[in-house]
Protein backbone atom coordinates (compact mmCIF):
# COMPACT_ATOMS: atom_id res chain seq x y z
CA UNK A 1 0.00 0.00 0.00
CA UNK A 2 2.70 2.19 1.02
CA UNK A 3 5.47 0.55 -0.24
CA UNK A 4 5.32 0.95 -4.24
CA UNK A 5 4.92 -2.38 -5.59
CA UNK A 6 3.25 -3.87 -2.64
CA UNK A 7 -0.41 -2.40 -4.20
CA UNK A 8 -0.22 -5.42 -6.80
CA UNK A 9 -0.54 -8.20 -4.35
CA UNK A 10 -3.77 -6.84 -2.66
CA UNK A 11 -6.53 -9.44 -3.52
CA UNK A 12 -9.39 -7.19 -4.89
CA UNK A 13 -12.55 -6.91 -2.96
CA UNK A 14 -16.42 -6.27 -3.53
CA UNK A 15 -15.92 -2.12 -3.97
CA UNK A 16 -12.57 -2.74 -6.25
CA UNK A 17 -14.72 -5.37 -8.14
CA UNK A 18 -18.16 -3.31 -8.59
CA UNK A 19 -15.63 -0.30 -10.01
CA UNK A 20 -14.31 -2.29 -12.27
CA UNK A 21 -17.66 -4.09 -13.17
CA UNK A 22 -19.30 -0.69 -14.18
CA UNK A 23 -16.15 0.33 -15.80
CA UNK A 24 -15.97 -2.66 -18.24
CA UNK A 25 -19.50 -2.54 -18.60
CA UNK A 26 -19.30 1.61 -20.00
CA UNK A 27 -16.35 0.43 -21.95
CA UNK A 28 -17.21 -3.00 -23.41
CA UNK A 29 -20.35 -3.83 -23.62
CA UNK A 30 -21.25 -3.96 -27.31
CA UNK A 31 -17.60 -4.54 -28.26
CA UNK A 32 -16.51 -7.21 -30.38
CA UNK A 33 -13.42 -9.44 -29.93
CA UNK A 34 -11.25 -9.23 -32.58
CA UNK A 35 -8.97 -12.14 -31.26
CA UNK A 36 -7.52 -13.55 -28.12
CA UNK A 37 -3.71 -14.29 -26.78
CA UNK A 38 -3.26 -16.69 -24.48
CA UNK A 39 0.14 -16.08 -22.83
CA UNK A 40 0.11 -17.85 -19.77
CA UNK A 41 -2.72 -21.30 -20.45
CA UNK A 42 -1.81 -21.64 -16.76
CA UNK A 43 -4.65 -19.48 -15.85
CA UNK A 44 -7.11 -20.91 -18.51
CA UNK A 45 -9.92 -23.55 -17.54
CA UNK A 46 -11.54 -23.87 -21.18
CA UNK A 47 -14.32 -25.40 -20.73
CA UNK A 48 -15.40 -25.40 -24.71
CA UNK A 49 -14.78 -27.87 -26.97
CA UNK A 50 -12.54 -24.92 -29.15
CA UNK A 51 -9.78 -23.27 -28.73
CA UNK A 52 -10.43 -19.67 -26.89
CA UNK A 53 -9.01 -17.80 -30.25
CA UNK A 54 -11.51 -20.06 -32.14
CA UNK A 55 -14.51 -19.67 -29.99
CA UNK A 56 -14.15 -15.96 -28.65
CA UNK A 57 -13.78 -14.56 -32.26
CA UNK A 58 -16.28 -12.52 -33.37
CA UNK A 59 -18.31 -12.69 -30.08
CA UNK A 60 -19.54 -9.51 -28.91
CA UNK A 61 -19.86 -8.30 -25.16
CA UNK A 62 -23.63 -8.26 -23.46
CA UNK A 63 -23.35 -7.87 -19.92
CA UNK A 64 -20.54 -7.47 -16.94
CA UNK A 65 -21.48 -8.68 -13.62
CA UNK A 66 -19.85 -9.54 -10.53
CA UNK A 67 -20.93 -12.33 -8.53
CA UNK A 68 -18.68 -13.18 -5.21
CA UNK A 69 -14.86 -12.46 -6.27
CA UNK A 70 -16.06 -13.37 -9.74
CA UNK A 71 -16.20 -11.14 -12.61
CA UNK A 72 -18.76 -12.57 -14.87
CA UNK A 73 -18.81 -11.25 -18.89
CA UNK A 74 -21.78 -12.22 -20.89
CA UNK A 75 -21.32 -12.90 -24.85
CA UNK A 76 -23.73 -13.56 -27.48
CA UNK A 77 -23.36 -16.92 -28.17
CA UNK A 78 -24.28 -18.09 -24.92
CA UNK A 79 -20.50 -18.10 -24.11
CA UNK A 80 -19.56 -16.43 -20.61
CA UNK A 81 -16.01 -15.63 -20.14
CA UNK A 82 -15.64 -15.77 -15.79
CA UNK A 83 -12.55 -14.24 -13.51
CA UNK A 84 -11.41 -14.49 -10.52
CA UNK A 85 -9.06 -12.34 -9.80
CA UNK A 86 -7.34 -14.17 -6.99
CA UNK A 87 -4.50 -12.25 -5.30
CA UNK A 88 -2.57 -10.41 -7.62
CA UNK A 89 -4.50 -10.47 -10.97
CA UNK A 90 -5.33 -7.09 -12.49
CA UNK A 91 -7.87 -6.45 -15.59
CA UNK A 92 -6.88 -3.42 -17.50
CA UNK A 93 -8.55 -1.94 -20.72
CA UNK A 94 -6.11 0.15 -22.94
CA UNK A 95 -5.92 2.14 -25.62
CA UNK A 96 -4.72 1.42 -29.40
CA UNK A 97 -0.83 1.41 -28.46
CA UNK A 98 -1.12 1.65 -24.74
CA UNK A 99 1.28 -1.18 -22.74
CA UNK A 100 -0.28 -3.20 -20.41
CA UNK A 101 1.04 -2.77 -16.67
CA UNK A 102 2.70 -6.21 -15.23
CA UNK A 103 3.19 -9.43 -16.63
CA UNK A 104 0.62 -9.86 -19.06
CA UNK A 105 -1.09 -13.26 -19.32
CA UNK A 106 -4.32 -12.95 -21.56
CA UNK A 107 -5.36 -9.76 -23.75
CA UNK A 108 -8.48 -9.54 -25.78
CA UNK A 109 -7.90 -7.46 -28.88
CA UNK A 110 -11.44 -5.42 -29.48
CA UNK A 111 -13.26 -4.71 -32.73
CA UNK A 112 -11.88 -0.48 -31.76
CA UNK A 113 -8.89 -1.39 -31.54
CA UNK A 114 -8.72 -1.05 -27.88
CA UNK A 115 -7.43 -4.07 -25.67
CA UNK A 116 -8.47 -5.58 -22.59
CA UNK A 117 -5.92 -7.94 -20.53
CA UNK A 118 -5.40 -9.65 -17.65
CA UNK A 119 -2.06 -9.75 -16.17
CA UNK A 120 -0.78 -11.52 -12.96
CA UNK A 121 2.90 -11.56 -11.66
CA UNK A 122 2.02 -14.72 -9.54
CA UNK A 123 -0.22 -16.34 -12.59
CA UNK A 124 -3.21 -17.27 -9.96
CA UNK A 125 -5.85 -15.79 -11.51
CA UNK A 126 -8.60 -18.19 -13.17
CA UNK A 127 -10.05 -17.87 -16.68
CA UNK A 128 -13.03 -19.95 -17.26
CA UNK A 129 -14.90 -19.60 -21.00
CA UNK A 130 -18.26 -21.70 -20.63
CA UNK A 131 -21.54 -22.19 -21.68
CA UNK A 132 -23.53 -19.70 -19.91
CA UNK A 133 -25.33 -22.58 -18.80
CA UNK A 134 -22.48 -24.22 -17.43
CA UNK A 135 -21.44 -21.34 -15.06
CA UNK A 136 -23.04 -23.36 -12.30
CA UNK A 137 -19.92 -25.63 -12.27
CA UNK A 138 -17.39 -23.07 -11.69
CA UNK A 139 -15.81 -24.12 -9.01
CA UNK A 140 -16.58 -21.66 -5.94
CA UNK A 141 -19.33 -19.98 -8.56
CA UNK A 142 -22.35 -21.56 -7.36
CA UNK A 143 -21.50 -21.86 -3.74
CA UNK A 144 -21.52 -18.15 -3.20
CA UNK A 145 -23.43 -17.35 0.39
CA UNK A 146 -25.98 -14.86 0.32
CA UNK A 147 -24.99 -11.33 -1.91
CA UNK A 148 -24.83 -8.79 0.49
CA UNK A 149 -25.45 -6.79 -1.38
CA UNK A 150 -29.02 -8.27 -2.59
CA UNK A 151 -32.55 -7.87 -1.11
CA UNK A 152 -32.10 -11.82 0.43
CA UNK A 153 -29.53 -10.35 2.63
CA UNK A 154 -32.03 -9.23 5.62
CA UNK A 155 -31.28 -8.72 9.36
CA UNK A 156 -33.29 -11.98 10.27
CA UNK A 157 -31.33 -13.90 7.54
CA UNK A 158 -27.76 -12.59 9.55
CA UNK A 159 -29.46 -13.67 12.78
CA UNK A 160 -30.26 -17.32 10.78
CA UNK A 161 -26.27 -17.25 9.34
CA UNK A 162 -24.99 -16.27 12.91
CA UNK A 163 -26.81 -19.07 14.84
CA UNK A 164 -25.92 -21.53 12.25
CA UNK A 165 -22.09 -20.06 12.01
CA UNK A 166 -22.46 -19.83 16.02
CA UNK A 167 -18.91 -21.81 16.91
CA UNK A 168 -16.76 -20.00 14.61
CA UNK A 169 -14.84 -16.97 15.09
CA UNK A 170 -16.59 -14.01 13.79
CA UNK A 171 -13.57 -12.94 11.12
CA UNK A 172 -13.59 -16.00 10.24
CA UNK A 173 -17.31 -16.37 9.47
CA UNK A 174 -17.66 -13.01 7.76
CA UNK A 175 -14.97 -13.69 5.53
CA UNK A 176 -16.15 -17.52 4.27
CA UNK A 177 -17.85 -16.27 0.66
CA UNK A 178 -20.39 -19.70 1.50
CA UNK A 179 -21.67 -17.83 4.24
CA UNK A 180 -21.37 -14.39 2.90
CA UNK A 181 -20.49 -13.16 -0.93
CA UNK A 182 -18.68 -11.49 -0.41
CA UNK A 183 -16.23 -9.84 2.24
CA UNK A 184 -12.45 -10.15 1.99
CA UNK A 185 -9.77 -9.58 4.22
CA UNK A 186 -9.62 -5.85 4.39
CA UNK A 187 -13.52 -4.92 4.53
CA UNK A 188 -13.67 -7.98 7.47
CA UNK A 189 -11.70 -6.16 9.17
CA UNK A 190 -12.62 -2.55 8.61
CA UNK A 191 -16.40 -4.29 9.21
CA UNK A 192 -15.29 -5.44 12.36
CA UNK A 193 -13.88 -1.93 13.60
CA UNK A 194 -17.09 -0.19 12.61
CA UNK A 195 -18.89 -2.55 14.81
CA UNK A 196 -16.47 -2.39 17.47
CA UNK A 197 -16.14 -5.78 18.00
CA UNK A 198 -13.18 -8.08 18.63
CA UNK A 199 -12.15 -10.37 15.34
CA UNK A 200 -11.96 -13.60 17.68
CA UNK A 201 -15.23 -13.35 19.46
CA UNK A 202 -17.31 -16.32 18.95
CA UNK A 203 -20.52 -15.83 16.65
CA UNK A 204 -23.01 -17.49 19.03
CA UNK A 205 -21.70 -15.06 21.80
CA UNK A 206 -22.42 -11.99 19.71
CA UNK A 207 -25.21 -10.00 21.96
CA UNK A 208 -28.25 -8.98 20.18
CA UNK A 209 -27.06 -5.42 20.13
CA UNK A 210 -23.70 -6.46 18.57
CA UNK A 211 -25.67 -8.37 15.60
CA UNK A 212 -27.26 -5.63 14.81
CA UNK A 213 -24.33 -3.68 14.70
CA UNK A 214 -22.26 -5.89 12.29
CA UNK A 215 -25.26 -6.56 10.05
CA UNK A 216 -25.47 -2.13 9.77
CA UNK A 217 -21.25 -2.38 9.20
CA UNK A 218 -21.34 -5.10 6.45
CA UNK A 219 -23.60 -2.52 4.57
CA UNK A 220 -21.98 0.94 5.62
CA UNK A 221 -18.53 -0.22 5.24
CA UNK A 222 -19.35 -1.84 1.87
CA UNK A 223 -21.11 1.94 0.58
CA UNK A 224 -18.64 3.67 1.91
CA UNK A 225 -15.43 1.43 0.21
CA UNK A 226 -17.34 1.36 -3.28
CA UNK A 227 -18.01 5.21 -2.90
CA UNK A 228 -14.12 6.08 -1.97
CA UNK A 229 -12.68 3.51 -4.84
CA UNK A 230 -15.39 5.36 -6.73
CA UNK A 231 -14.55 9.30 -5.51
CA UNK A 232 -10.08 7.84 -6.34
CA UNK A 233 -10.96 7.84 -9.82
CA UNK A 234 -7.76 5.51 -10.54
CA UNK A 235 -7.16 3.01 -13.34
CA UNK A 236 -9.21 -0.40 -13.12
CA UNK A 237 -6.05 -2.14 -12.26
CA UNK A 238 -5.08 0.19 -9.45
CA UNK A 239 -6.86 -1.06 -5.98
CA UNK A 240 -7.71 1.67 -3.72
CA UNK A 241 -6.75 1.18 -0.20
CA UNK A 242 -5.80 4.58 1.13
CA UNK A 243 -9.20 5.16 2.97
CA UNK A 244 -9.25 2.15 4.96
CA UNK A 245 -8.79 3.01 9.24
CA UNK A 246 -7.19 -0.26 10.20
CA UNK A 247 -6.19 -2.90 7.60
CA UNK A 248 -2.63 -3.10 7.13
CA UNK A 249 -1.95 -0.10 9.78
CA UNK A 250 -0.30 -2.22 12.67
CA UNK A 251 1.70 0.28 14.73
CA UNK A 252 -0.59 3.52 13.98
CA UNK A 253 -2.93 5.29 16.05
CA UNK A 254 -6.31 3.93 15.74
CA UNK A 255 -8.34 7.04 14.11
CA UNK A 256 -10.91 6.95 16.67
CA UNK A 257 -9.49 6.80 20.10
CA UNK A 258 -5.38 6.78 19.48
CA UNK A 259 -4.43 3.65 20.65
CA UNK A 260 -2.04 1.58 18.70
CA UNK A 261 -3.44 -0.90 16.05
CA UNK A 262 -2.67 -4.80 16.05
CA UNK A 263 -2.57 -7.35 14.08
CA UNK A 264 -2.97 -11.18 15.14
CA UNK A 265 -3.92 -14.16 12.91
CA UNK A 266 -7.34 -16.05 13.15
CA UNK A 267 -7.07 -19.27 11.16
CA UNK A 268 -4.21 -18.22 8.70
CA UNK A 269 -5.32 -14.65 8.26
CA UNK A 270 -3.68 -11.41 9.40
CA UNK A 271 -6.36 -9.55 10.98
CA UNK A 272 -6.12 -5.58 12.47
CA UNK A 273 -7.85 -3.96 15.07
CA UNK A 274 -7.91 -1.65 17.74
CA UNK A 275 -7.99 -3.49 21.09
CA UNK A 276 -9.61 -0.56 22.86
CA UNK A 277 -12.29 0.14 20.54
CA UNK A 278 -12.85 -3.92 20.23
CA UNK A 279 -12.34 -5.21 23.63
CA UNK A 280 -12.75 -9.11 24.06
CA UNK A 281 -16.02 -9.46 24.26
CA UNK A 282 -17.41 -9.92 28.04
CA UNK A 283 -20.76 -11.34 29.71
CA UNK A 284 -23.46 -8.07 29.57
CA UNK A 285 -24.67 -9.02 32.66
CA UNK A 286 -23.33 -9.96 36.17
CA UNK A 287 -23.78 -13.36 37.22
CA UNK A 288 -24.61 -12.99 40.86
CA UNK A 289 -24.30 -16.27 41.84
CA UNK A 290 -20.31 -16.98 40.75
CA UNK A 291 -19.39 -12.92 41.20
CA UNK A 292 -16.26 -12.75 43.02
CA UNK A 293 -15.17 -16.16 42.38
CA UNK A 294 -12.40 -16.13 40.27
CA UNK A 295 -13.68 -18.18 37.23
CA UNK A 296 -11.84 -17.47 33.65
CA UNK A 297 -13.70 -15.46 31.29
CA UNK A 298 -15.01 -18.22 28.37
CA UNK A 299 -13.40 -16.39 25.98
CA UNK A 300 -10.22 -15.53 27.52
CA UNK A 301 -6.98 -17.52 25.91
ZN1 LIG B 1 -9.60 2.63 18.91
Redesign the pocket.
Known amino acids: MRVRGYIFILMPELPDLLYIQRHLSGSLKGRSIAAVEVKQPVLLRNMLDVPPGEALRGLSVREIEQHGPFLRVGLSGDVDMVTNLMLAGRLQHQKPGEKAEGHLCVAWMLDDGSSLRLCDERKMAKLYICRTADTGSIPRYGTQGVDILSHAFTREKFRTLIARNARRQVRVMINDHAVLSAIGNAYADEILFEARIHPKTFSGRLSEDETGRLFDAIGSVMAWGAKMVEEAARPIQVKVREHLKVRNRKGEP?P????TIRREGVRGHDTFF?P??QPPSRKLFIDWRTAGKATPHPDAE
Open positions: CRCGTCSC
